[in-house]
Nanobody, 127 residues
């Protein structure tokens, strides 16, 4: 029902910035919340940020500490994740996900709440 495609991941030096994009298609009207998660080999998947499909309610993971912003372009059906002051520990596969649940406000940080996932885009931060 919903298809997601992430782009923008690349190799970047520590202290640099990246903007990741998540383009959505399909039944866009079903989406309530768009989130970003990341996962490195041997580690658990972590919540990065999320934004409501309508309005501008945002959520951020505990590790972000003000380094990330999330935004939405309704004309392009695209959500962006801006990451600044990147660190080697930010190296991971970053994936976007769509939540179509009516109770999306409850647990935006839980990957179990999301219904559709993209393939992910690799971010590698060198020291």
């Amino acid at each position: 029902q919903v298809q997601l495609v992430e782009t923008g991941g690349r190799l970047v030096q520590a202290g640099g910035s990246l903007r990741l994009s998540c383009a959505s298609s399909g039944l866009i009207s079903d989406i309530k919340l768009m989130g970003w998660f990341r996962q490195a080999p041997g580690k658990e998947r972590e919540f990065v940020a999320a934004i409501s499909w309508t309005g501008s309610t945002t959520y951020f993971g505990d590790f972000v500490k003000g380094r990330c912003t999330i935004s939405r372009d309704d004309a392009k059906n695209t959500v962006y994740l801006q990451m600044n002051n990147l660190k080697p520990e930010d190296t991971a596969l970053y994936s976007c996900a769509a939540d179509v649940s009516p109770n999306w406000e409850r647990l935006p940080h839980s990957d179990l709440m999301y219904d559709y996932w993209g393939q992910g885009t690799q971010v590698t931060v060198s020291s």
